[in-house]
Structures are given as structure tokens and as C-alpha cells.
T-cell receptor, first 117, second 113 residues
């Protein structure tokens, strides 16, 4: 399974952009990069995903390098409510049961983003 | 209400007891997952299911049993609970495919004494 590497923790000033890096050097050509976050004691929340093009939605932007070996999640204007653990995940394809295929979300340890007032 | 719900939210059980954690989703999603999260760790995949009657092991399946007789339900059973299974358990579901997001339940905090 493709693995991801993220810094353990990061700080960001409120109102500034938060840039969270992720390395996934063993990613396969058909594997997507997903980002989730987990606010204390809650279930993980989907943020964004991408294959090779940069993506943007109402929450964040995702920048994927051309070789796809790394990516950066950008929160353009961080707020205190963005304090959470951010997980970078590579969606893994595998065969299950009667020859069907499925894909798993394998979480790493994530980055604790602390937004400071 | 639409969504994914777990029950119970909190459970205390004794070592050696059997306990079942329930997960129910209303979207008819094909895929469902069970994770555990221990203090200071990320989420680790226990079991997952691609459809009714199709299940497979994840990273840490030992000591757990799952079933999926109906698409909307994916119960997780600890056959003989141990203290090492004290954890927060999260269930998730997704419609499948590479480009779909997974939705997580609110978690079940299980304590084995």
C-alpha cells in the first residue's frame, strides 16, 4: 500500500494561509490523494481529493506535484475552528471477495494543525 | 434522518465478554469500513466490506468479527473483549470508486475493564 509522510505538527496564525505538506512517493498512477481532518473526538471529515490536477473547493485547495510524489493542502484563511489533525491519504485499490474490487482508506498519523489567535 | 450512525456511543464491558458495535447508514452506500483509534494514534482499519456478504480484513482484524447481511448495516463484534481493545471505534461508508468521499460516524468509545 502506498504510504504517506506528514509532519507531526504545525502552527499557523489566524487569518493566514496554512500549507500542509504530504509525501507519497510510492503512489500508483490510478491512486487518488485524499485529505481528511479530525477535530477532537469527532469522526474524520472529508476535505478534498485529487488525482494529478490541482483542485479547489469551498474548504481548501490541493496542489499535487507533477510527479505526484507529494502534495500540499492549503487552507487560505485559517480560523481557530480549523485546529485539527489533518490526514493525507492515498486511496488504495484491492480485490475483495468474489473478484470484486474495493478501495481502502489507510490513515497515517496526520499533522496536528494548531491555529493561533 | 439520513446519514451514518453508530450505537452505542459509549460502552463499558468486562474482559471476556462479547460485545457488538452497530453501524447503520441510510445512503445505500456499497462500501463500509470499521476503524479503531487509540490515544495518540491515527485511525487503523479493522475490516471493510465492498457490498452485502463481501467483507475483508484490514490492518488489525485479530479479535474482531464482522458481517454484512444487509447493505445498510455493518456490525462489528468483539468475540471475547480484551483490555487492548479499549479504543474509539469509527464506522465509515462510501459509494465506492476512486473519486468518492467517505462519511464517518460519530464514533463509539469502548472501555474494556
Amino acid at each position: 500500500d502506498a504510504k504517506t509522510t506528514q509532519p507531526t505538527s504545525m502552527d499557523c496564525a489566524e487569518g493566514r494561509a496554512a500549507n500542509l505538506p504530504c509525501n507519497h512517493s510510492t503512489i500508483s498512477g490510478n491512486e487518488y490523494v485524499y485529505w481528511y481532518r479530525q477535530i477532537h473526538s469527532q469522526g474524520p471529515q472529508y476535505i478534498i481529493h485529487g488525482l494529478k490536477n490541482n483542485e479547489t473547493n469551498e474548504m481548501a485547495s490541493l496542489i499535487i506535484t507533477e510527479d505526484r510524489k507529494s502534495s500540499t493542502l492549503i487552507l487560505p484563511h485559517a480560523t481557530l475552528r480549523d485546529t485539527a489533525v489533518y490526514y493525507c491519504i492515498v486511496r488504495v485499490l484491492s480485490v475483495v471477495g468474489r473478484g470484486g474490487a474495493t478501495n481502502k482508506l489507510i490513515f497515517g498519523t496526520g499533522t496536528l494543525l494548531a491555529v493561533q489567535p | 434522518d439520513a446519514g451514518i450512525t453508530q450505537s452505542p456511543r459509549y460502552k463499558i464491558t468486562e474482559t471476556g465478554r462479547q460485545v457488538t458495535l452497530m453501524c447503520h447508514q441510510t445512503w445505500s452506500h456499497s462500501y463500509m469500513f470499521w476503524y479503531r483509534q487509540d490515544l495518540g494514534h491515527g485511525l487503523r482499519l479493522i475490516y471493510y466490506s465492498a457490498a452485502a456478504d463481501i467483507t475483508d480484513k484490514g490492518e488489525v482484524p485479530d479479535g474482531y468479527v464482522v458481517s454484512r447481511s444487509k447493505t445498510e448495516n455493518f456490525p462489528l463484534t468483539l468475540e471475547s473483549a480484551t483490555r487492548s481493545q479499549t479504543s474509539v471505534y469509527f464506522c465509515a461508508s462510501t459509494n465506492g470508486g476512486f473519486a468518492t468521499e467517505a462519511f464517518f460516524g460519530q464514533g463509539t468509545r469502548l472501555t474494556v475493564v
